[in-house]
């Protein structure tokens, strides 16, 4: 059996990133390594299965800045998560100054939200209805 381990999301600074990512979205760290030039940053879901972490990736390449700006500029989430309270957690970010893109709307079985990660990218929550 195959299973998800780890998926990454380029980021323009891995410090912040992992602030907003944990301080802000509630995520935990699992790792975090100096390499020097870069930093190896995953984080994960609290409390959750320990085999699943989103890596924060430098986004200095250039093939990470285009794919990044050009998911920007069409408005586009590069990452989904999901939540049990969609408008509870809309109403929780909101009131910490996160910048959302989308507010709940229905899409079909499933309400959504886009946000501004602060880092670069536009994410994506998602809650099944």
Do not use: W
């Not at 891995?14 to 944990?22: R, V």
């Not at 984080?43 to 390449?61: H, K, T, W």
């Not at 929780?92 to 079985?109: D, E, I, K, S, Y």
């Amino acid at each position: 059996m195959i299973k998800i381990a780890m998926t990454s999301v380029y980021v323009d600074d891995q410090q912040k990133a992992l602030a907003f990512y944990t301080d802000v979205l509630g995520f935990e760290t699992r790792t975090n390594i100096d390499l020097g030039h870069a930093a190896f940053v995953t984080v994960g879901a609290r409390g959750g299965a320990q085999d699943v972490e989103l890596l924060l990736e430098p986004g200095d390449s250039p093939i990470a800045r285009d794919y990044t700006t050009a998911l920007r500029e069409a408005g586009l989430p590069c990452i989904a998560f999901s939540v049990d309270d969609l408008r509870a957690e809309y109403e929780r970010l909101t009131g910490l100054g996160v910048r959302f893109t989308q507010p709940p709307t229905a899409q079909g079985p499933v309400l959504t939200a886009v946000l501004d990660d602060t880092v670069g990218n536009f994410v994506q929550l998602t809650q099944r209805i």
